[in-house]
């Protein structure tokens, strides 16, 4: 298992937010996100937000139109949402909670709290061909309740462990990751595919792409931001490096 070659998905939703911060056309997510597939990635990752605050309609008609590699959708639980998802039908969508005051997204969906309301809101995306990914903290009740309402993908939160690494506290995050070593087998020995992500960096992300379980890292704020210093070509293939070489 540990052989299969581990997925990147680059997320382009901080080109959006620099573009944003002018209100023009510049920088274009989309270009960033052709240029990364260009540079390997094998995916890219958008969420469009309800407030829209980085990541426009506009971006999303653009991704479908130009990428060749799956988009992945990252989206609320919403009907508006759901009414764009079945729109477009990209490859995948992600479900992650959303909340106007946060900075980003902090923490799992509460999949078990909504079983009944998100096993309805998912079905019409998978019948429309979506495969549905859950955001989730590595938590066995909120992986039995992503099998249970019919999720095909699930996807932990790097957050709490790369935040206990950014501040030195090196026992929780070893806690965090081993956390997420136990849940990644429990959610693949439920048939679930596993993906991770949030705040991963060149210094965190080899622990978990270790992780023989999962098959796909989406990463999107540390590589745009490395992306200033050497570009983004050698940003994306610096983080494809590092993946690829835990995994050899
Ligand atoms: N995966 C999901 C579900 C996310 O919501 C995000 C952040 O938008 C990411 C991955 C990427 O996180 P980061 O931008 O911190 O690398």
Do not use: W
């Amino acid at each position: 298992m540990a052989t299969e070659k581990l997925r990147l998905g680059v997320n382009i939703d901080h080109v959006a937010t620099v573009r944003n911060a002018r209100g023009g056309d510049t920088p274009d997510p989309v270009r960033a996100a052709v240029l990364a597939q260009e540079a390997g990635a094998d995916g890219i990752t958008a969420h469009l937000r309800e407030d829209r605050r980085h990541i426009s309609d506009a971006d999303i008609d653009g991704l479908m139109a130009a990428l060749s590699v799956p988009l992945n959708f990252e989206m609320a639980a919403t009907d508006e949402m759901q009414k764009i998802a079945l729109r477009h039908k990209p490859h995948a969508v992600c479900i992650v909670p959303e909340k106007r005051e946060e900075r980003t997204t902090e923490g799992g969906l509460e999949v078990a709290r909504e079983e009944n309301h998100l096993a309805h809101f998912i079905a019409p995306l998978r019948d429309a061909g979506c495969r549905v990914s859950i955001f989730i903290a590595a938590d066995q009740r909120q992986i039995d309740a992503a099998n249970r309402i019919g999720a095909q993908v699930i996807e932990l939160h790097t957050g709490a462990y790369c935040d206990a690494h950014a501040i030195g506290d090196f026992a929780t995050r070893d806690e965090e990751l081993e956390k997420m070593r136990e849940m990644s087998a429990y959610a693949h020995a439920l048939g679930l595919e596993v993906h991770a992500g949030h705040g991963l960096t060149y210094d965190t992300v080899q622990p978990v792409a270790a992780f023989p379980e999962v098959r796909e890292l989406n990463i999107g704020h540390f590589i745009i931001g490395e992306a200033i210093f050497r570009g983004l070509t050698p940003a994306i293939a610096e983080m494809r490096r590092l993946m690829d070489k835990v995994r050899e």
